[in-house]
């Protein structure tokens, strides 16, 4: 049986002529609503709102978000998504009054402060990429993705070439063949190797005049860095294609590696992964992009330049894709990243990336030791890496059942049947200690063991959730989002 309260809903906890607050008496005279709205707009009855006390809301909300999964209370092992701890001095700054107040049409001439600062962290992501001019206008990582594409496609148009296809690894992150099928293109997909990098005689293969773009995630979703990458650049260039670079996994290699250096020419790069924002939810996100100098022109406007001393808008470049996004960008965010990149420094994102890979390894090499789960994988792992767990299939406590065990031990689940099925991909990120590190390996140990010895109780599982296993499919086809539930 659950452990855990199953919270009504707050319909079940209303009581008639209960109140939350008191209103003082009107002193204007009342009149019927239909002298004052014609009757065809007013409601038959009443609506069916709940009757509650503070305390009850008070009480019925804070129920519900002790049983949420939070970065602050817990350790989110989300392979490819890199759900880090969010720095509370971020939040400070991103509510500072001056920027809470500022409305977004005000004139530049009155928001000095806030232009200065994107015009920096532009400066800053220009540095750390090794690419020449950067926008913070798309809103989230996939939309940066397709914000790329659609400057290969400006590009390519206004060199009077009409190409429609795009080449993906199948170990990309798994957004990219989305984003370029909403541009327009025919996506095409390249096998990785047996080391789990993209396999270059398959790319030879695929490359033609056709190809608008490769895009590549490095590290990869198999965690693994694809150590071709100035070749594959040498062979997607002598086509006259544009190679895209997923920074998704950025906090990877920062500090370490600049994609610009390595032949990129596109860059998306995700604040919420390795500069410690928000993450989730639907938003807020923020996925800056960042060009080669031949593909500058192409730019999304407004941009944030710089004239005589002062922060300016600029709209006035003819080749640019135009506006991608409402204002100019998820300011708020962008005030998040901006304050962990001044307090770490040079020196300090540089050793993002120092513990990002080591905790992965760390934890991959224990499992390994103990023999608990095979790494497709094993050499070469960056941030994040891959474990099979097809031996449990066998026995019916594969990578789902694994992952619905885990939430009786307190952990969330890694990421499961991505990239490869029948896996689980764990990215432990550089903000975990090692004491947590230790106690999800042990968890999964014992789950191991379980499977091994109890695999029946995996099929069940999760014992000690508020609702046990439901049917996903029916759920997210068919939501039922106002049930009567037992008080």
Do not use: W
Not at 168 to 173: C, K, L, Q, R, T
Not at 186 to 210: F, H, I, Y
Not at 428 to 437: A, C, G, I, N, Y
């Amino acid at each position: 049986m659950s452990t855990h309260r199953l919270e009504p809903s707050i319909f079940h906890i209303s009581r008639a002529g209960r109140r939350g607050l008191s209103i003082p008496r009107s002193r204007v005279p009342k009149k019927p609503l239909e002298t004052m709205i014609p009757k065809k707009y007013l409601a038959a009855k009443a609506p069916e709102l709940p009757e509650l006390s503070e305390l009850d809301v008070v009480r019925h909300y804070t129920h519900l978000s002790t049983m949420n999964y939070s970065i602050d209370a817990n350790f989110y092992p989300l392979g490819s998504c890199t759900m880090k701890y969010n720095p509370k001095v971020n939040e400070d700054a991103a509510a500072l009054p001056p920027l809470l107040s500022l409305h977004p049409y005000a004139d530049p001439s009155l928001a000095q402060g806030v232009l200065r600062v994107m015009y920096e962290l532009e400066q800053y992501l220009c540095e750390i990429t090794g690419f020449p001019a950067f926008t913070l206008l798309p809103a989230a990582g996939a939309h940066g993705e397709f914000t790329g594409i659609l400057i290969a496609h400006a590009y390519h148009k206004k060199n009077g070439e009409n190409r429609h296809k795009v080449i993906i690894p199948d170990s990309a992150h798994g957004t990219n063949p989305a984003s370029a099928s909403l541009a327009g293109y025919e996506v095409t997909t390249c096998p990785s190797n047996k080391e789990g990098m993209m396999d270059l005689s398959a790319l030879e293969k695929l490359l033609d005049r056709d190809v608008a773009a490769v895009m590549l995630t490095n590290p990869n979703t198999y965690g693994i860095f694809e150590r071709n990458v100035m070749k594959i650049a040498e062979m997607v260039h002598s086509v006259g294609a544009v190679f895209y670079g997923d920074g998704a996994n950025l906090n990877a290699i920062v500090g370490r590696a600049r994609p610009g250096d390595l032949g990129f020419d596109v860059l998306h790069s995700n604040l919420h992964k390795t500069f410690s924002t928000p993450h989730g939810g639907g938003g807020p996100a923020s996925g800056p992009v960042g060009v080669a100098a031949h593909l500058v022109p192409f730019l999304p406007v407004p941009r944030v330049m710089q004239e005589g001393g002062r922060f300016v808008l600029k709209t006035d470049f003819p080749d640019s894709i135009g506006r991608i996004t409402s204002f100019h960008g998820q300011v708020g965010i962008i005030f998040r990243a901006y304050a962990y990149m001044r307090i770490l420094g040079r020196e300090g994102l540089r050793r993002i990336s120092d513990f990002a890979v080591l905790n992965a390894n760390y934890m991959k090499a224990r499992l390994l030791a103990a023999d608990a789960f095979p790494c497709p994988y094993p050499k070469g792992t960056m941030h994040e890496f891959v474990l099979s767990t097809a031996r449990g299939k066998d026995v019916g406590a594969g990578a789902t059942s694994i992952g619905k065990r885990l939430l009786d031990f307190g952990f969330y689940a890694p990421t499961v049947h991505f990239p490869i099925p029948e896996c689980l991909m764990i990215e432990p990120t550089e903000t975990e200690s090692k004491e947590t590190l230790d106690q999800f390996v042990d968890t999964l140990l014992a789950i191991r063991k379980e499977i091994d010895e109890l695999p029946e109780m995996l099929a069940e599982a999760p014992y000690n959730t508020p609702l046990r296993r439901l049917d996903e499919v029916t759920a997210a086809r068919k939501p039922v989002v106002c049930s009567p539930c037992e008080v």
